[in-house]
């Protein structure tokens, strides 16, 4: 597919051809007796290069999209019940068996926030790195060696050559997420997906783990979607965000215009809840209520029931997310008042 090259504001360059792009994509938990409706109709794209956030609460959706683009829907109990996810073009859904698992092995990588989960105990870190390099790129034995070698030495983690034959146990937090990182890009994968990569993780280590996300990504060009509930880690490494309720998009735009300037209800309530310096031991706002059932949501928005702007309207009828600028979208009957500031 032909794509030509094109720069944003801040110069980053991006590609006018989507990387990844979600066309009305909807998802279901189906139960015993009950469906949930985890993703309504949801458009998003990402692009070459770049970085989008997925921000919401527990619940909103994000990881469902992260593990539907990545095809790990929990079977069974998982449904796309509507949409399409395209990745360069290609629509996934309906791929074949044999087309798909060419794909995300090589193509499209996931990091999860627990390592220690997501790793094997009983086989070495080196030989779980290496693992896709000798089934997808045939490498022999000392190939992958020096190829796994070199993965670890990519992400930082100390004393390579010794470390290899290392446990994960035997590494911490921060150290088994390198490990995680490099697992993710053994095959240089285009689109990495980063589900609350550094939440388990201090603040200093969390620091380190995203500058090295972005150092990487910057070599090869590589889509990047960061899901995260934490306001700091968006903030200072997306170049987008999607903000999630219940759902649906119900903002996006911008990073830095988002967040300076929020054109829904709930984004203004996630920003209120950042803490400030300028504060001085105020009590922070937070939302109040909780989130919806999602196998029984509210009629109309489905923030109806926390946001102090709720009139009729909002009770009775959906908000579609709609262009109020451009790049900027929200799903909010009076996103133009709530971006002036007015009754909020
Ligand atoms: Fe609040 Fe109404 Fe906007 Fe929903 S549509 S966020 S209830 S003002």
Request: aromatic letters at 6%; hydrophobic letters at 35%; a positive charge.
């Given at each position: 597919m032909e794509t030509t090259t094109t720069a944003t504001e801040s110069n980053r360059p991006i590609k006018s051809e989507p990387l990844v792009e979600l066309r009305n994509l909807s998802l279901e938990f189906h139960s015993r007796n009950k469906i949930a409706k985890?993703?309504?109709r949801i458009c998003l794209e990402v692009y070459h290069g770049e970085t989008l956030a997925i921000l919401g609460e527990?619940?909103?959706?994000k990881s469902a999209t992260a593990l539907a683009i990545m095809g790990l829907?929990?079977?069974?109990?998982?449904?796309?019940?509507e949409g399409e996810i395209f990745f360069e073009g290609k629509e996934?859904?309906?791929?074949s068996e044999t087309e798909r698992r060419k794909l995300y092995g090589e193509k499209l990588s996931i990091i999860f926030q627990d390592p220690l989960s997501a790793l094997?105990?009983?086989?070495t870190v080196g030989y779980q790195i290496g693992e896709a390099l000798r089934k997808?790129?045939?490498?022999?034995k000392n190939e992958t060696k020096k190829r796994v070698i070199e993965l670890m030495k990519l992400v930082r983690i100390p004393d390579a050559e010794n470390r290899y034959?290392?446990?994960?146990?035997?590494?911490s937090g921060g150290m088994q997420q390198r490990v995680m990182i490099a697992l993710a890009l053994a095959m240089n994968p285009k689109l990495l997906i980063a589900d609350?990569?550094?939440?388990?993780?201090d603040v200093t280590v969390q620091a380190q783990i995203m500058r090295l996300l972005k150092e990487l990504q910057e070599r090869n060009q590589m889509g990047l979607i960061l899901i995260s509930h934490d306001l700091g880690v968006v903030a200072e490494n997306a170049d987008r965000v999607a903000v999630m309720y219940a759902g649906h998009i119900v903002e996006i735009g911008e990073v830095e215009t988002v967040f300076k300037n929020p054109a829904h209800p709930y984004t203004v309530g996630l920003m209120s809840s950042i803490p400030s310096a300028?504060?001085?031991?105020d009590r922070l706002q937070s939302i109040e209520g909780l989130p919806p059932n999602l196998a029984d949501p509210p009629t109309g928005c489905a923030f109806h029931p926390r946001?102090?702007?709720?009139?009729d309207l909002c009770r009775k009828k959906e908000p579609l997310l709609e262009?109020?600028?451009?790049g900027r979208k929200s799903a909010c009957h009076f996103a133009k008042e709530v971006l002036n500031h007015e009754s909020i």
């Open positions: 985890a993703v309504n527990s619940g909103s959706g829907l929990p079977k069974p109990g998982g449904v796309i019940s996934l859904v309906r791929l094997n105990p009983v086989l997808r790129k045939s490498l022999s034959k290392q446990y994960p146990y035997q590494f609350e990569p550094t939440t388990a993780l300028r504060q001085n031991g946001c102090s702007m709720a009139t262009e109020i600028a451009p």
